[in-house]
């Protein structure tokens, strides 16, 4: 079976899994019914970008397909940007300001108007059929690439500062979140790669590797699809995103006056007598919302206080506490029935690979030989 054919068939399956999959996006109840819609507008738009040239019996005008190339090209990574932006923030809603997310497509068109939207139909066909070698066509293209590497590094930033908020403000590691998120980001970067080497040899009218480029693309497009929708059906808990208000540490540092640093230094002392007699931190869902409450503290000052004071984010701050407890039981020689996995559950952790990393880099050793040696 040659290329072609592959090619063929990879991009039917594609185009179905598309359309099904966002049929069921889109009517499926789902607390994040925004990122469902994102997702099903992207999967919408891929799969008309590639049906003409899966089906040749399909003709379309210049003007209508010219169109949906520029559509294919402009709105599928500033769809996926806001998707990651209403799984990261739970509060996203979509307002006029993003529509500036899909300007380059306006460029774009404002730039084709002289020589091909508002030429004649001769015109328009002229222009079509050497779109490629055309400097509006070239200026497409680059503006597409240009876009695409843009969401790429500012998803990779924001996921940056998400994972930094998260250590700063939760005692539960939210680590699934940020790795399928940066794992999507890959997968969009090895798309773009895919596309700018496809689109160098078509400029280099190089055709005799365009087929196989085509097939790589529909085949991680495809797998990239399945896995996207199949993370929304398996782990539902990935979608549950956190305040868009939440701040780093650091800026809220600078928001405030040297003064109210020192008075908050104060609050040392009682934080940590609090941490040790009440033990709140065993609670595995434990955050700083629920400490500034215990303790009668806003919760921007105490996240002032735990990263200057304590010198640590509030997840390692708070996993100190739940490894110097698991320290206390595995000495205790009336806890010695308990097991390793019993014990990590009982101190607030709940992964085993989180725990044992953690106690050996408190620690210098394992759990279990740190229990040998003191029993």
């Not at 003709?59 to 990574?77: E, K, Y």
């Not at 590497?149 to 500062?161: A, G, Q, S």
């Not at 709140?280 to 206080?305: H, V, Y």
């Not at 101190?347 to 229990?371: D, H, Y």
Request: glycine share 4%; aromatic share 14%; hydrophobic share 45%.
């Amino acid at each position: 079976m040659n290329s072609d054919v592959l090619l063929h068939y990879s991009n039917i399956l594609l185009i179905f899994t598309s359309l099904f999959f966002a049929f069921f996006l889109i009517t499926v109840k789902s607390e994040n019914k925004i990122g469902n819609i994102l997702v099903s507008l992207f999967l919408i738009v891929r799969a008309i970008d590639i049906i003409p040239s899966t089906f040749s019996s399909i003709s379309l005008s210049p003007l209508v397909d010219i169109l949906r190339m520029d559509i294919g090209s402009f709105f599928q990574s500033p769809l996926l940007f806001l998707f990651t932006l209403s799984i990261v923030y739970s509060d996203f809603k979509l307002t006029s300001n993003h529509l500036i997310c899909f300007s380059p497509f306006i460029v774009s068109t404002l730039a084709l108007l002289p020589d091909f939207y508002l030429a004649n139909t001769s015109e328009q066909l002229s222009f079509y059929n050497n779109y490629t070698h055309t400097f509006q066509g070239k200026f497409s293209y680059t503006l597409a690439h240009l876009q695409s590497i843009f969401y790429i590094i500012i998803t990779f930033i924001l996921l940056v500062k998400y994972k930094k908020i998260v250590l700063e403000n939760f005692s539960k590691k939210h680590s699934k979140n940020y790795k399928w998120l940066f794992q999507m980001n890959i997968i969009c970067l090895v798309l773009f790669i895919s596309a700018l080497v496809k689109n160098i040899y078509r400029f280099g009218n190089h055709f005799g590797y365009i087929t196989s480029l085509r097939l790589i693309s529909s085949l991680i497009m495809l797998g990239f699809s399945c896995w996207l929708v199949l993370k929304a059906l398996y782990a539902p808990e990935l979608f549950k995103g956190i305040s868009s208000k939440l701040k780093l540490a650091s800026v809220l540092i600078n928001e405030k006056s040297i003064k109210e640093i020192e008075l908050l230094n104060t609050q040392k002392v009682k934080i940590e007598e609090f941490m040790i007699q009440k033990e709140p931190f065993l609670n595995p869902e434990f955050t700083i919302k629920d400490l500034a409450s215990q303790l009668g503290m806003n919760e921007r000052e105490l996240s002032i206080l735990i990263n200057t004071q304590f010198g640590k984010n509030f997840y390692e701050f708070t996993s100190d506490h739940r490894i110097s407890k698991a320290k206390e039981i595995l000495k205790d020689k009336g806890s010695s029935n308990l097991t390793i996995l019993e014990i990590l559950y009982k101190v607030g952790f709940n992964s085993k690979s989180s725990f044992n990393t953690i106690f050996k880099k408190n620690t210098g050793v394992t759990p279990t030989i740190f229990r040998k040696k003191n029993s």
